[in-house]
């Protein structure tokens, strides 16, 4: 199985802020990369897909780029919503496993 | 509206069955392949399995193959998801979700979830 490694696990950040997460992938997932926002209780939420195209609907302040085996999520000016757990997870091979997450903190 | 509805949880012993069912709507449910992802108490995401549009084909994390087995009945707009011999560490909310193209290989991501069914593993 490919192995995802996001960092930092958590970061603490505030309202204004721009943040960035990264995530690696074990060996090349090409561009088959994606990204959720879950925030406590409820189901997660598609940010961004192949790597870096904004899933309708998600704010421009939303950012995904990389390649290959390195991956980042930048939000640009954080707003209060923005307060969750992020995960990455690879698509290009199943199991399409995931990241541990990483928590945006106030 | 797009939604998902899972059912089927609750508690059940370990070594027992359960099957969860996901009702879809709102989409052209045969062209999307279909996933199970759950979450254990505090931990993060999992993907469990996962159906082509057609249900022709169909793969599993490692710890479930050979105990869960995904269908689905594109006549009813349903997927289900087959859990026997469970276990303890099978505890967790399980979502059912909708995947962007008809194959379960390389994906673009899951823009369609449900609200998610408890699974609990106890005796």
Redesign the interface.
Known sequence: ?IQMTQSPSSLSASVGDRVTISCRSSQSVHS?L?W?Q?TPGR????LI??AS?L?GGVPSRFRGSGSATEFTLTITSLQPEDFATY?C?Q???????????TTLEI | EVQLLESGGGLVQPGGSLRLSCAASGFNFPNCAMSWVRQAPGKGLEWVAGISGSGGDTDYTQSVKGRFTISRDNSKNTVFLQMNNLRADDTAVYYCAKSMLYSIRSQWGMDVWGQGTTVTVSS
């Open positions: 199985d088959y994606n959720y879950q189901a997660p939420k598609l897909y192949s195209n899933q995960y997870q698509s290009y091979v199943t199991p399409h496993t995931f990241g541990r997450g």
